[in-house]
């Protein structure tokens, strides 16, 4: 059986700091990450997302945290095929004039190259020193299950390497019954760890609660069940749901089966909202440690 870390999604949510989770006088960005580290093993970084990390800015992290702490990032927006906001690219870089959002279709080949490289280099501080977990690709519902999406996948997966991926898909057609062999084959083949998800049903991003492991790393993100605020366009909506403790503990003979897959599990929660995630973070690792 591998081990199974738990940790959220965020640290510095500006729910979170206002909720009264971190103690009296934990005011900086430093001290925050501090506290957090010594609640947590592990912590998905977002914000990778909207913009491309600096080097500086991930040398600090690891600094800041004790030596076996592990960072999850998820990868720039421009790389999942989603729209990219303009700013997000450097300035010493050519873009399109009068253009709020871009697709990679909209720069030169050389610039994707170029925040490739950027990308990836930043993140050399965590990944020398151990601290890097994986790189999560969270597809949008339009990346459906068909050749060139497959090749680009792979594209992926070279391009990062030595570091390694993770997905996330927001689109039923790669977990159908007619499809998930196919799948489950391509992620297995080139060591990609599939990313579980408990998240509202009946939508076009919903894809089931399937839990597989498709490497030696178990990747599982827990989105809550607010499906009336799923389609809101409020981030801060759509995550706003605490889970009960049962159904946590109907999770942990899950995620054990899993970990027992696996060298090891990483179990993020992704309901932040207020101190909603930390909290069921917590809870979810004392159920875990209750069972032999």
């Known amino acids: 059986m591998g081990d199974i870390l738990v940790g959220t999604a965020s640290w510095t949510d500006r729910s979170l700091v206002k909720s009264g989770w971190y103690p009296s006088g934990v005011n900086s960005a430093e001290a925050r990450l501090e506290h957090y580290a010594s609640r947590f093993p592990l912590v998905e970084v977002d914000s990778t997302y909207y913009f491309p990390p600096a080097a500086d800015v991930a040398r600090r992290w690891t600094e800041r945290t004790p030596e076996h702490f592990v960072f999850n990032i998820k990868a720039f927006s421009l790389f999942t095929q989603h729209p990219t906001m303009t700013e997000a690219i450097p300035r010493d870089l050519p873009r399109p004039e009068g253009k709020k959002r871009l697709y990679p279709k909209d720069l030169e080949a050389r610039?994707?190259?170029?925040?490739?490289?950027?990308?990836?280099?930043?993140?050399?501080?965590?990944?020398?020193?151990?601290?890097?977990?994986v790189l999560l690709f969270q597809f949008p519902p339009w990346f459906t299950l068909r050749s060139s999406n497959k090749r680009y996948?792979?594209?992926?997966?070279?391009r990062a390497r030595p570091m390694r991926i993770c997905v996330e898909f927001r689109n039923e057609s790669w977990l159908r019954d007619d499809n998930q062999a196919e799948t489950i084959d391509l992620l297995e083949g080139y060591d990609i760890s599939y990313v579980c998800v408990d998240m509202p049903q009946g939508f076009r991003s919903s894809v089931p609660p399937v839990v597989m492991a498709t490497s030696d790393l178990g990747v599982v993100r827990f989105h809550g069940h607010n499906d009336a605020e799923w389609e809101s366009g409020s981030v801060q909506r759509r995550f706003a749901y605490r889970y009960s403790e049962a159904e946590l503990r109907g999770w942990v003979p899950r995620l054990r089966d899993l970990s027992d897959q696996t060298s090891i599990t990483h179990v993020l929660m992704n309901n932040c909202h207020q101190d909603w995630a930390q909290r069921n973070g917590e809870e979810l690792s004392r159920l875990l440690a209750e069972v032999p």
Do not use: I, N, Y
């Open 153 to 158: 996948l792979l594209d992926c997966v070279q």
């Open 111 to 133: 610039v994707v190259d170029e925040m490739w490289e950027r990308f990836l280099s930043a993140l050399e501080p965590l990944h020398r020193t151990g601290k890097l977990g």
